[in-house]
Structure formats: structure tokens, C-alpha cells
């Protein structure tokens, strides 16, 4: 008698369990004590999709319609893949480089009273820098642990998994101001609908509003939370790094969504976002500073000029409101402000990287060989 489709499937999911245990055997039995959660995590994680391959493979799932089976199968199979792809080359393949960049980041989350766990950093990242929340695993490029201007955005991906976790009671202040930005954003869009209804504004930005009342719910007020948390502990560096990558990389300062949602706001934005930020904390004259490279910087583009419809996407009272409750959020969640007389090791080598480089460019190489030598020592 012929095999059938299930047949397959039950041999398939003896196979994924197979896969779930060598997977286990491949988590190293000698790694510090910053890896020791993602550890746990995994193992579990591990353990528990074990179990349903060899379930499903037994015979478990035969009671379910078909179409049940093969989604059932199907998200066994994405749990593991992403235990394969995001958890495991974290523990698997951890270099000398990963483990630097781990307790560098354990040191950042001791600093500015992290509320959660850190995460554990693996250089493996095609992307630039990103976080995983489920397995508080950050990805950074290959080299970057060997520089100093680019790691302000540790705080940025820092910021992500405390958005990312619904029900921790400690970060309910994070969550709460995080849903007044949304709801304001979703009133203040409204507004305009209305008012094309009402024949006050062309309907052309109808359009445009409703793309950005998603935007903003979607991914834009995150960005901006980010934003501001990582200006809040760090302080001016995170302003000049943003900068910086703005500099390298062949983006319009003051895009919009016109062709439909983005997942980032506009630089621009996110600069003005930043430097309230800088002004809340007392940082009045490097806010100045780097408003006054932006503007040189912007100014050099193909584009500098800046549309209606930014204006229309990123309303000022609205950023305005982000930064106060991003900023509220942060403090009321126990972190350590970066005022100008904040303490921390790697909040003030970060910061001082950028003060050297602005006085002294010729010779900031070596200053920065020396400080990030300094930064990694045991």
C-alpha cells in the first residue's frame, strides 16, 4: 500500500527531533556566566520542540483535520528554525570577538540599571545592528567591537525587548507612555481624514495620512522609543553616531512614506527627536552642535531641501509628545540618565571618542586604538 502525506510527515517530524538533539549537543558547556540565560532559554526551548517532533511523529496529530496537521507541522518547524538560526550560532559559534562585545554590553546594562537581563552579542550581523527580543540575542557587523563610533547604537537595539515584553510589572511605565504615543498618533491622523471630508485639505493627503497613522503604530513610535531611551542613557554620542551613519549610507533625510509604510522614520526626524532629548538632559551646547553638523551635512545631499508632506508625516507636537514620553518612560523605569555628570566607564569613553574626534581628527585613530583597548580589558 502506497505511503501517504502523513506517513511523510511523521517520518519528517522523527527527523526535526533528531535535528532538535543534535542541536542541544551543540550548546557549549563552558561558556561565561553573561551566556548562562540564552543557555536556559535554549535548552528549554529545545527540549519542549523535542518533544512535539516525537509527539507528532508518534501518531499525535492524526485526530486533527489535514489542513491542522500540516499547520501544526509547520510551526513546529519554524520554532526550531528559529532556535537553529538566531540562538544557536550565538552559543555554537561564540568567538573571542562575540564574548568581548557580551560583557561589553552586560557592563552597559550594569551602567544604566537595565531593567532585563543583557543580551548576548554575536558579530554575525549582515545588516548592521538588530536585536532579537525572543532570545535577547543583539547581531552586530564583524568588526565593529574594534571601533567606538558606531557602538551608541547598542543602547538604541537595548531598547527593543523592553517594548517586546508584555507583561513584566517593572516595565508597565515603558509600555503605558509607549500606547499614549500611539493613540495620540492615531488621533491626530484621524484629524486630518477629517478634515478632507470636510473639503479643508486636498485628498490627495488623505492618503498620505492614513500611510502615516500606520506607520506610526506600526513601527515609527518603536524607532523613536529607541531613539530616545538611547539618547537618554547614553547622552550626545548616540547624536553624533546617528550622524554618522546617516553620513555613509544613501538616505533622504526628510523621506516620507509616499510610496507606502517604511519601517524607520526619516533621519531628520529622528535627529530632532534625539536632540530634545540631549536638551532634557542638560546637554544644551552639543544639541547646538550637532544640530549645526546636521544641517551642513544635510546640506551636502542631492535632496536638502525639505518637502510639505514631512512636515504633514512627522507633525512637531507629535515628536514633541514621543520625546516627553519615551523620556518619562525611561526614568520612571529605574534607568540612569546620562546627565552631564553621569558616571559609567563605557558611557564616558563613548562620549569622549566623539569629543576627540571633533578636536583632534588627524590623530583620532589612535586615540581610538588605545581607548578601545582600554574599554575591552579585563
Known amino acids: 500500500m502506497a505511503s501517504t502525506l502523513d506517513d511523510f510527515l511523521e517520518v519528517t517530524a522523527g527527523q526535526m527531533a533528531e535535528r532538535g538533539r543534535i542541536l542541544l549537543s551543540k550548546i557549549p558547556r563552558s561558556l561565561?556566566?553573561?551566556y548562562q540565560g540564552l543557555v536556559a532559554t535554549t535548552r528549554d526551548r529545545l527540549k519542549t520542540n523535542i518533544t512535539r517532533f516525537s509527539e507528532f511523529a508518534g501518531g499525535s496529530a492524526r485526530n486533527f483535520s489535514a489542513s491542522v496537521r500540516q499547520r501544526l507541522f509547520r510551526r513546529h518547524v519554524d520554532d526550531l528554525d528559529l532556535i537553529e538560526y538566531i540562538a544557536l550560532p550565538a552559543l555554537h559559534r561564540a568567538t573571542e570577538d562575540d564574548r568581548r562585545l557580551t560583557s561589553l554590553v552586560a557592563r552597559i546594562c550594569r551602567e544604566?540599571?537595565?531593567?532585563l537581563p543583557a543580551p548576548v552579542v554575536t558579530a554575525l550581523s549582515m545588516s548592521y545592528f538588530g536585536i532579537d527580543p525572543m532570545f535577547h540575542v543583539m547581531r552586530v557587523p564583524l568588526t565593529e567591537g574594534n571601533f567606538l563610533l558606531h557602538l551608541p547604537d547598542?543602547?538604541?537595539?537595548?531598547?527593543?525587548?523592553?517594548?517586546a515584553d508584555e507583561h513584566d510589572p517593572t516595565l508597565e511605565p515603558f509600555r503605558k507612555r509607549f500606547r499614549r504615543v500611539i493613540d495620540a498618533s492615531t488621533r491626530h491622523f484621524a484629524g486630518d481624514v477629517s478634515a478632507v471630508m470636510r473639503?479643508?485639505?486636498?485628498?490627495?493627503?488623505a492618503k498620505?495620512?492614513?500611510?502615516?497613522?500606520?506607520c506610526w503604530a506600526e513601527s515609527w513610535t518603536t524607532e523613536f522609543f529607541c531613539d530616545v531611551f538611547a539618547a537618554a542613557t547614553l547622552g550626545p554620542a548616540f547624536a553624533w553616531a546617528h550622524l554618522h551613519l546617516h553620513s555613509k549610507r544613501p538616505r533622504q533625510p526628510f523621506g516620507f512614506p509616499g510610496l507606502g509604510p517604511t519601517s524607520h522614520p526619516a533621519d531628520s526626524a529622528r535627529m530632532t527627536a534625539i536632540a530634545l532629548t540631549l536638551r532634557k538632559l542638560g546637554h544644551e551646547q552639543d544639541a547646538v552642535a550637532v544640530e549645526a553638523r546636521w544641517t551642513e551635512l544635510v546640506n551636502r545631499g542631492a535632496d536638502p531641501q525639505c518637502p510639505p508632506e514631512y512636515h504633514r508625516c512627522y507633525p512637531e507636537q507629535l515628536v514633541e509628545a514621543c520625546v516627553t514620553e519615551a523620556f518619562e518612560a525611561t526614568r520612571e523605569i529605574g534607568c540612569s540618565l546620562a546627565v552631564p555628570e553621569a558616571a559609567g566607564t563605557v558611557r564616558a569613553t563613548l562620549n569622549q571618542a566623539w569629543v576627540e574626534m571633533w578636536r583632534e581628527p588627524a590623530r583620532?585613530?589612535?586615540?581610538e586604538r588605545e581607548a578601545v583597548g582600554r574599554l575591552h580589558a579585563p
Open 199 to 205: 473639503g479643508k485639505i486636498p485628498p490627495d493627503l
Open 364 to 367: 583620532y585613530l589612535d586615540w
Open 208 to 214: 498620505l495620512s492614513v500611510t502615516a497613522e500606520y
Open 32 to 34: 561565561s556566566s553573561e
Open 112 to 115: 544604566i540599571s537595565y531593567p
Open 154 to 163: 547598542l543602547y538604541h537595539e537595548l531598547a527593543h525587548p523592553l517594548l
